[in-house]
């Protein structure tokens, strides 16, 4: 999920789905949504791991998961943002979530094939919002859902959800980059706009009665 492995599995005559989500990326992309079948599954591996060598791509993380045919399953990775609250009882620390997070509902076909709702949710850490009893945090969600139909064993790609950094650094001279309208001459402005989108790859697979998770 959001970089990584998430697995699902289910079972429905006598089957379960297994959902690795192959290695999600971060990196520059412009995919909304692609399939691949299981032959295209182990070469786009292959792209994957030279995309990370070559810097083009991160891997966040690999998480797995099995859940029965029909049952939803949720991934989440994130962290818990602390926050304090006054009242008449005292001062009360509380926490709010920014996680990446992907839900599933994987449905076995009677030809194997898998049919899989998908939604991923990306939160990220907003403006500080100053109250009477303090700042709380506010969390900036962007989220994707769509219904997919996809082979046993291939791979689901779901971009769309993007980020934006805007960074500005003016290197200077000590002292001479400092003087009033001269000081210009002795330093420079850099503006970097770096824009990034989120990639989650889902590798669905049906497992036997065995559950084997290879």
């Given at each position: 999920?959001?970089g990584?492995?998430?697995?699902?599995?289910?079972s429905?005559g006598g089957g379960?789905?297994n959902?690795p989500?192959?290695p999600?990326?971060i990196?520059?992309?412009v995919?909304?949504?692609?399939?691949?079948?299981s032959?295209?599954?182990?070469?786009?591996?292959?792209?994957?791991q030279a995309?990370q060598?070559?810097?083009i791509a991160?891997n966040?993380a690999?998480p797995?998961?099995?859940?029965a045919?029909?049952?939803e399953a949720?991934?989440?990775q994130?962290v818990?943002?602390p926050?304090q609250?006054?009242?008449?009882q005292g001062?009360n620390v509380?926490f709010k979530k920014?996680i990446?997070?992907?839900?599933v509902?994987?449905?076995?076909?009677p030809?194997?094939?898998?049919?899989?709702?998908?939604e991923?949710t990306q939160?990220s850490v907003?403006?500080i919002?100053?109250?009477?009893?303090?700042?709380?945090p506010?969390?900036?969600?962007k989220?994707?859902?769509?219904?997919v139909?996809?082979?046993?064993?291939?791979?689901?790609?779901?971009?769309?959800?993007?980020t934006?950094?805007e960074?500005r650094?003016?290197p200077?001279v000590p002292?001479l980059?400092?003087i009033?309208?001269?000081?210009?001459l002795f330093?420079?402005q850099?503006d970097?706009?770096?824009?990034?989108?989120?990639?989650?790859?889902?590798?669905p697979?049906?497992l036997?009665?065995s559950?084997?998770?290879?």
């Amino acid at each position: 999920m959001g970089g990584g492995r998430g697995s699902i599995g289910g079972s429905a005559g006598g089957g379960q789905v297994n959902l690795p989500g192959t290695p999600g990326l971060i990196g520059t992309g412009v995919v909304t949504a692609m399939l691949f079948n299981s032959s295209a599954t182990k070469i786009l591996g292959l792209e994957l791991q030279a995309s990370q060598l070559n810097g083009i791509a991160k891997n966040i993380a690999s998480p797995r998961v099995v859940t029965a045919n029909g049952i939803e399953a949720i991934i989440e990775q994130g962290v818990q943002i602390p926050y304090q609250t006054v009242s008449l009882q005292g001062t009360n620390v509380l926490f709010k979530k920014a996680i990446l997070s992907l839900t599933v509902t994987p449905q076995i076909t009677p030809d194997d094939n898998i049919n899989m709702k998908v939604e991923v949710t990306q939160d990220s850490v907003g403006e500080i919002i100053n109250t009477t009893t303090g700042g709380v945090p506010s969390i900036n969600t962007k989220k994707i859902s769509t219904q997919v139909l996809i082979d046993n064993g291939g791979t689901v790609v779901i971009g769309g959800v993007y980020t934006q950094d805007e960074l500005r650094t003016t290197p200077k001279v000590p002292l001479l980059g400092d003087i009033p309208i001269l000081g210009w001459l002795f330093k420079n402005q850099t503006d970097t706009n770096n824009k990034r989108e989120l990639l989650v790859f889902i590798s669905p697979k049906i497992l036997s009665d065995s559950l084997n998770l290879r």
